[in-house]
């Protein structure tokens, strides 16, 4: 199994980037797709899952109504869309996929991990 994240980058306060997790290797239905982050210094957090099969999601309420996560069935492909970007969500981002019906919000229950991209947010 396979994710591969990319999509981050360098912008300013206020500006929008989308990042993408490409998955490949098994079937994810039945699985939970989620991102998290980790900014220097800091533990590892979640930040949004979707349920692959569903569509289900849930967002940390440090990103709610600004990011969206979404997943295309046919691309395998996870994708996370980041508007009004702050300073604070500087980190390294992280797709990770998990069966379903383990505790969402904890990185413990994710089998498969992409590599992480970073996203730097300047004031």
């Known amino acids: 199994v396979q994710l591969q994240a990319s999509g981050g980058g360098l912008v300013q306060t206020g500006d929008s980037l989308r990042l993408s997790c490409a998955a490949s290797g098994r079937t994810f239905d039945g699985y939970t797709m989620g991102w998290f982050r980790q900014a220097p210094g800091k533990e590892r957090e979640f930040v949004a899952r979707?349920?692959?099969?569903?569509?289900?999601?849930y967002y940390a309420d440090s990103v709610k109504g600004r990011f969206t996560i979404s997943r295309d069935y046919a691309k395998n492909t996870v994708y996370l869309q980041m508007h009004s970007l702050k300073p604070e969500d500087t980190a390294v981002y992280y797709c990770a996929a998990g069966p379903r019906g383990r505790g969402f919000a904890s990185f413990a229950s994710y089998d498969y991990w992409g590599q992480g991209t970073q996203v730097t947010v300047s004031s």
């Open positions: 979707i349920t692959w099969t569903f569509g289900g999601t």
